[in-house]
Each structure stands twice: as structure tokens, then as C-alpha cells.
């Protein structure tokens, strides 16, 4: 079946631009994990979601990041006013609740110019 | 805070060495623990986990074994090849099952297998 998939795949900002990330989780998978990876560290933890409820957001890192699931499927990584810091490769994850099992989709190469 | 730290790369072995990556870990409770892999142009994928103290989780020749009195995970193969060339990432998640919870990860070994 189709897993997590990732659009658009490369993103290229001005800074003080705002962007969207979209992620499809695999079907039927109700939790949903968005994380950001800098070049050449592991991936961080930024937001989870159950269903469309955003349980823990404790790791997006100012408030111009922001994350919604309204239907609790699609999920959408938002990012207002754009920064150099916030070129990354911004991953999403699904998985089925309590697994232990994180499937990760392909992820999109923000890059802030 | 939680925190995993992994030996820094890359890592270059010939084909049919031995390989072990060391994964250390803090954390505050009793977290289960994984090793990913992402291989070339492709997405991370769980390689093995273990979610108690002396588990020991395998695949594909890979072993790790989870030592709570040294807080470590090392990653282990004894005959490596080429098509194991990749970046590998340990982890561990807090919340009982390791799901319902974001993962902390190391900052990954790239690992380079020479024919």
C-alpha cells in the first residue's frame, strides 16, 4: 500500500515568506508526528497529533510555527515569516496508536534564502 | 532532558567486517529504544527495537541489546556489505509502547561499506 507521503518535496523561501507543508499519513493511522532535521543532525521532535487533537506541541520552536489535522487525516506544517534558521528537512510520521512502529514519509527540503 | 548521543562518522569498513556503532542514552523514565536506518535517496525506517532491559532486537544481521546498568544500545553486525551503507540513527521514546510519543533521536552514523 501507499505509505507517508510528502509534498511538495523541495521548497524554496524568501525569507519573511510564508509556507505550507502538507503530509498524508498512511491510511488508518491515527497518530501523527511532524519533526525537523538540520543538515547533518538527527531528526527533533516538533508536534504529535491523535486524530485531529494536537496532544503535544512542546517542540515547535517559536510561534510561528504552526501544525493542524481538522479532519484527522491530512496534516499541515505551517510557517509563517520565514527564517534562515528554519532551512531543514522537515519529516512527517504515522503510525497506528501505541505501536512502536513510526513510518516516515520522504520529507520536504525547506531552504530560506 | 532526554538525550542520545552516537559515535560521530562516517564509518568506513571493508565488506565482511565487523560493525558496531555505540548509542548511549538519558532519560528521566524507562524509554524503549530503536535503531532507524536510512539508506540513500530513501525515507527512515525502523531497523530493530527493544522496549526493556536486556531485549534484544534483530533484523537483517543486526543486533542491539538494551544494557539499562551502562544506559546503551550498541548497534552490531558481524559480516557487514555494501548494500548496508547508510545513515544509522538511534532513538528512544519515552511513552509506554514508543508510539504514542515523539521520538529523541542521536545525530546518526553514516556508515560507508567498501567492497
Known sequence: GAGVSQSPRYKVAKRGQDVALRCDPISGHVSLFWYQQALGQGPEFLTYFQNEAQLDKSGLPSDRFFAERPEGSVSTLKIQRTQQEDSAVYLCASSFPNSYEQYFGPGTRLTVT | ?115
Open chain 2, 1 to 115: 532532558g532526554d538525550s542520545v548521543t552516537q559515535m560521530e562518522g562516517p564509518v568506513t569498513l571493508s565488506e565482511e567486517a565487523c560493525l558496531t556503532i555505540n548509542c548511549t542514552y538519558t532519560a528521566t523514565g524507562y524509554p524503549s529504544l530503536f535503531w532507524y536506518v536510512q539508506y540513500p535517496g530513501e525515507g527512515l525506517q525502523l531497523l530493530l527495537k527493544a522496549t526493556k532491559a536486556d531485549d534484544k532486537g534483530s533484523n537483517k544481521g543486526f543486533e542491539a541489546t538494551y544494557r539499562k546498568e551502562t544506559t546503551s544500545f550498541h548497534l552490531e553486525k558481524g559480516s557487514v556489505q555494501v548494500s548496508d551503507s547508510a545513515v544509522y540513527f538511534c532513538a528512544l521514546s519515552e511513552e509506554v509502547g514508543g508510539g504514542a510519543d515523539g521520538l529523541t533521536f542521536g545525530k546518526g552514523t553514516h556508515l560507508i561499506i567498501q567492497p
